[in-house]
């Protein structure tokens, strides 16, 4: 037990270190990027980013599958049996890894002419989407060996690796930029990294695990129906999840320009940054919900989804609507005016981001009582009305309407039917439990609103990136009592305060020994 607390308490603070490392060094990086790149060169590498995730999709779950199993049947199975089961998992993600070679080759043939990439830029565009599908087919290869470890509770080792992986990744780019490799510098210190992590990861499993043998002759069919059928409707909730992620800069690269795939991703970056922030935040609650549904403890378990809506979706819309303030001036010190959407298109964003993050929580529940198939559907709902909504309303308002779109079809789909799907799991009438949940989150959001001009005022009167710090501590501050004051119940205050005063007796006492 103790082991695994301490696996446990590693991997979440290892987690936040390796999204904190990695969202600073993507900082950094991309400026100093622009300075050997053209805005239509950036967007190539953004573009053939956003398409290379597609390309996971061939693993139809496998992956996740094999972590499923992997994870309860440790320490049950003889040798023979796990070589089996690691053995049909290799093989068949070495498969996909073929298959995504053949399919990548024939999209970077197709890549520049379907974008219009500038005839200069033709070739590199083309030779910089094959290194990145190299990159994945060989991640995809190494998958099993990242499985093991996250099934023998070494997720902390895999996020050093990803430590690691950056700072490969990111000196590599640096050194092919300054040889003059152009826009395919990024794809070229992502394979770097890529291979690195590999061979590390595969050393670690076989620390782990010194009798593992992969054959063919262990390779089972029916193993791997049991993998795929367990991962499958993850696997297809990632892929509406995918084509609401990616929908936004593949129409707008065709509909729009390359140029502004790079607008919109730079202008968006401080707001993906918060979600993947929030992300660990709302996931981590899924065993606590699950162990409570599978006790039948219903009444502690919605009043832990409720207090989980309390404190995520305030976060967001503070989180949200803070960086809107700030982002202007951040974008101003950091890549320039040409790279700004604009105040509207910003806002966009962080509306779409408070909009999709308020349906978290109720997939959190969802999934702890083992409620898939249907939250899946209804993602697939929003994801095929995102993309028509994408498409539509690009035509007419250009980028902005890209973002719009993704905000529109999550506030018709899945913000009505997954509350729907709780309030039934929770026996709770739909519309007074719907009332309950949102009216504490719509009151802060409108509150949030005027205290977002004064410290966008305070952010543009400093100026640079002291007044980043400045109007994002105005805004942080004043969003956090109003989120007090209006979203937190007397309960979930109560538990703060209780929280708050824990924390201020041992540091104290912790003083006092040291004095």
Not at 39 to 68: C, H, K
Not at 315 to 327: M, R
Not at 440 to 469: D, H, K, N, T
């Amino acid at each position: 037990m103790a082991s695994r607390k301490r696996n446990y308490t590693l991997s979440v603070v290892t987690g936040y270190i390796v999204t904190l490392v990695g969202s600073l060094l993507g900082l950094w990086l991309t400026p100093y990027s622009l300075q050997f790149l053209s805005r239509e060169a950036f967007g190539i590498i953004t573009l053939s980013g956003t398409l290379i995730l597609w390309m996971g999709l061939l693993d139809i779950g496998i992956t996740t599958g094999f972590r499923t199993h992997m994870a309860r049947e440790t320490g049950k199975l003889n040798a023979d049996d796990y070589n089996r089961y690691a053995s049909t998992t290799y093989f068949s993600q070495l498969g996909i890894a073929a298959a995504v070679l053949a399919l990548g080759a024939l999209l970077a043939v197709g890549f520049p002419s379907f974008f219009e990439v500038s005839p200069e830029l033709r070739d590199d565009a083309a030779l910089t989407f094959m290194l990145l599908v190299v990159g994945t087919a060989a991640n995809l290869g190494l998958h099993t060996f990242s499985a093991i470890l996250w099934a023998h509770q070494q997720i902390h080792v895999d996020n050093l690796v990803k430590l690691l992986m950056f700072a490969v990744r990111t000196i590599a780019a640096v050194i092919f930029l300054n040889l003059g490799f152009g826009v395919m510098s990024l794809a070229l210190g992502n394979l770097c990294a890529i291979i690195l992590a590999g061979v590390l990861a595969v050393q670690r499993v076989y620390r782990i695990v010194p009798d593992l043998k992969l054959r063919p002759l262990f390779y089972r069919w029916s193993i791997l129906k049991g993998i795929a059928r367990t991962g499958l409707w993850l696997s297809l909730g990632s892929l509406a999840g995918l084509v609401i992620q990616s929908v936004d800069t593949t129409v707008a690269a065709r509909l729009v320009s390359l140029e502004a795939v790079t607008i919109y991703a730079l202008t968006h970056r401080l707001y993906s940054t918060l979600q993947q922030m929030l992300d660990p935040l709302i996931n981590n609650a899924r065993p606590g919900l699950g162990q409570l549904m599978g006790q039948g403890k219903l009444d502690q378990a919605l009043r832990t989804y409720q207090r989980l809506v309390r404190i995520s979706v305030g976060v967001c819309v503070v989180g949200a609507l803070t960086l809107w303030a700030v982002n202007r001036t951040f974008m101003l010190a950091w890549v320039g005016a040409e790279n700004y959407g604009g105040i509207w298109l910003d806002l966009a964003f962080a509306l779409n981001l408070i909009a999709n993050t308020w349906n978290l929580p109720n997939r959190a529940v969802l999934t702890a009582n083992l409620q898939v198939r249907q939250q899946t559907l209804a993602r697939l709902v929003e994801a095929a009305l995102n993309l028509t909504l994408s498409i539509l309303l690009t035509l007419q308002f250009g980028l902005i309407g890209v973002v719009i779109s993704t905000t529109l079809a999550a506030i018709s789909t899945t913000s009505l039917y997954l509350p729907y799907l709780t309030a039934k799991m929770f026996n709770r009438p739909f519309w007074r439990f719907l009332a309950a949940e949102s009216t504490p989150q719509l009151l802060l959001l409108a509150a949030m609103f005027p205290l977002s001009f004064v410290a966008r005022w305070a952010a543009e009167s400093i100026g640079g990136y002291p007044g980043v710090v400045i109007g994002a501590a105005v805004g942080g501050l004043l969003g956090l009592a109003a989120m007090w004051i209006i979203s937190f119940d007397a309960d979930l205050r109560a538990q703060f305060t209780q929280l708050a005063g824990q924390v201020f007796s041992r540091v104290r006492r912790t003083v006092t020994r040291s004095a």
